[in-house]
């Protein structure tokens, strides 16, 4: 069985903060993978599918606390999820071209 995921609570100490993670803006949100607090999911579609399962727990992760009651099975079609994906990559900007700096020796 996977490790338990304690969440917020590591950084924390607070008993109140077992499975809460802190959950970034979606701005640019297609550049930003992989997803999920760990890096487990590579694609927005794989996550669309796993949120509208209800967060099944994968690969033998235990998560403590509770789960957020506005997480549950919404059975997306895939019609349903590229439309979302469609509205996520039109929060994304091109990436701009970022080159590396030549540092003093």
Same mark, same amino acid.
């Given at each position: 069985?996977?490790?338990?995921? #304690?969440?917020?609570? /590591?950084?924390?100490? @607070?008993?109140?903060?077992?499975?809460?993670?802190? %959950?970034?803006?979606?701005?640019?949100?297609?550049?930003? *993978?992989? *997803? @999920?607090?760990?890096? &487990?999911?590579? %694609?927005? $579609? #794989? @996550?669309?599918?796993?949120?509208?399962?209800?967060?099944?727990?994968?690969?033998?992760?235990?998560? %403590?606390? &509770?789960?957020?009651?506005?997480?549950?099975?919404?059975?997306?079609?895939? &019609?349903?999820?590229?439309? /979302? /994906? &469609?509205?996520?990559?039109?929060?994304?900007? $091109?990436?701009?071209?970022? #080159?590396?700096? %030549? @540092?003093?020796?």
């Amino acid at each position: 069985m996977g490790k338990i995921d #304690e969440g917020r609570f /590591i950084a924390t100490g @607070l008993e109140a903060d077992k499975g809460k993670f802190r %959950t970034p803006g979606l701005r640019n949100v297609s550049h930003t *993978y992989p *997803y @999920l607090h760990n890096g &487990s999911i590579g %694609t927005l $579609d #794989e @996550l669309l599918v796993l949120l509208s399962q209800g967060m099944p727990q994968i690969n033998g992760q235990q998560v %403590t606390g &509770s789960m957020s009651v506005h997480i549950r099975n919404l059975r997306l079609s895939k &019609s349903e999820r590229e439309a /979302i /994906i &469609s509205f996520l990559n039109a929060l994304s900007s $091109d990436q701009p071209a970022v #080159e590396r700096p %030549t @540092l003093p020796l």
